[in-house]
């Protein structure tokens, strides 16, 4: 079944084009949306949760149309942004049963899903510990268990390695290839094709433009990925 489907996106800044006829269909699975900066990744997420909303074009979510059911359809949606949005003078747990009860719930339920979602990205034993105290890391990964509390179907999650070293950003990226394999729709915003892995699938953004989907493997076909993906956006930012 199809987890996410996108069908002619367009969206406009004033005269300013940011998306224009994007479409592609997910299943579960870890699907990279790979484009350079300004490439028009974080208007996708913000029309995919509804932050903005557009007439152009249909997306749907876990079967609902996020036009004519929008609860229905982000209530399948876990969200990581790129700014984290954490209280950092509340311990861990509070942080997730804060969040928990945004979503209806509480008590004993919402402390087992808080566990369980700390406990598959490795964070059950900083449960006590204020968030101020963690490190990037580890502040990622809480988020990502965070926006796991209500079970979602599909994850997106918007270049959330930014500003961390390389030893954290494989980390996470290890962590959400993992929950990719037990049957959740991830898809991961970025620029970096170190975070790629050959059997990911790649969606491949440009100026507001979907220039390929495919697997990473058939896409570089045994080039360096970072060199065809220069090739196809006319970009030197590519990170090997």
């Given amino acids: 079944m199809t987890a996410l489907s996108v069908t002619d996106l367009g969206y406009s800044y004033g005269p300013k084009r940011a998306l224009d006829g994007v479409s592609f269909a997910l299943r579960p699975g870890f699907t990279a949306l790979l484009g350079p900066n300004g490439a028009g990744k974080s208007t996708l997420f913000s029309l995919l949760t509804r932050l903005f909303v557009t007439r152009e074009g249909q997306i749907?979510?876990?079967?609902?149309?996020?036009?004519?059911?929008?609860?229905?359809?982000?209530?399948?949606?876990?969200?990581?942004?790129?700014?984290?949005?954490?209280?950092?003078?509340?311990?861990?747990?509070?942080?997730?049963?804060?969040?928990?009860?945004?979503?209806?719930?509480?008590?004993?339920?919402?402390?087992?899903?808080?566990?369980?979602?700390?406990?598959?990205?490795?964070?059950?034993?900083?449960?006590?510990?204020?968030?101020?105290?963690?490190?990037?890391?580890?502040?990622?990964?809480?988020?990502?268990?965070?926006?796991?509390?209500?079970?979602?179907?599909?994850?997106?999650?918007?270049?959330?390695?930014?500003?961390?070293d390389f030893q954290s950003r494989q980390a996470i990226v290890d962590h959400v290839h993992g929950l990719a394999g037990n049957g959740l729709t991830v898809l991961w915003a970025t620029h970096l094709v170190d975070e790629i892995r050959d059997s990911d699938d790649v969606v491949v953004l440009h100026q507001g433009r979907v220039l390929a989907h495919d697997s990473a493997e058939r896409l570089h076909r045994g080039a360096p990925l970072s060199e065809v993906f220069m090739q196809m956006t006319g970009g030197t930012e590519a990170a090997r």
Avoid: W
């Fill in 60 to 164: 749907t979510v876990a079967g609902h149309d996020m036009a004519r059911a929008p609860r229905a359809a982000l209530s399948r949606i876990g969200v990581v942004f790129q700014q984290p949005t954490l209280d950092l003078d509340m311990s861990v747990a509070r942080n997730m049963r804060y969040f928990a009860a945004l979503h209806g719930i509480a008590g004993r339920e919402a402390d087992a899903r808080a566990a369980d979602a700390l406990d598959r990205l490795g964070m059950a034993e900083r449960s006590a510990e204020k968030v101020r105290n963690l490190n990037g890391g580890h502040r990622r990964r809480m988020e990502i268990a965070r926006a796991l509390i209500h079970r979602p179907q599909v994850l997106l999650l918007d270049e959330p390695t930014v500003g961390l």
